[in-house]
């Protein structure tokens, strides 16, 4: 099990994801991060698959001078969005902040690797505070 966060204010960008700049509890080996980095590398042993659990929680909310509308964030994989863990809300005003969160499975076949993020799939740039990811291999060796 890994924990990685970002509780300063950031603005991210349509399509990048969250920077993570801490390491709350380094991974054993099988996560590979660089602080300040959105992309979680997830490996599996070269005879068996991997099962990983990606749980991601955060406050977002549109920054002053953006249009009120819908915005979201998407836990990825590989650089593509997983629809099923879209996190949408529809904040009334400018810097309305809400918490959102999402999890999901994913399985790394033995001898590969995977990345997971977490990616603003809004219209336009968000605020995000208080990121917390936690990744846990939950099968495989």
Avoid at 105 to 133: F, H, K, M, R, W
Wanted: hydrophobic share 45%; proline share 4%; with cysteine.
């Amino acid at each position: 099990m890994a924990e990685y966060t970002a509780n300063a204010l950031q603005a991210v960008n349509t399509n990048q994801n969250i920077l993570f700049t801490d390491t709350v509890v380094p991974s054993i080996g099988a996560i590979v991060h660089r602080d300040d980095s959105g992309l979680f590398t997830l490996r599996s042993s070269c005879q068996y698959c991997a099962r990983y659990r990606a749980t991601f929680g955060a406050n977002i909310a549109i920054p002053d001078g953006g249009t009120v509308e819908a915005i979201s964030l998407a836990l990825a994989i590989n650089g593509e969005p997983a629809a099923a863990t879209s996190m949408i809300v529809t904040p009334a005003a400018t810097e309305d902040f809400f918490n959102v969160a999402s999890s999901i499975y994913l399985d790394v076949p033995a001898g590969c690797c995977s990345q997971v993020s977490v990616e603003n799939t809004s219209a336009q740039t968000i605020d995000v505070q208080n990121a917390n990811l936690i990744i846990e291999k939950v099968r495989g060796i």
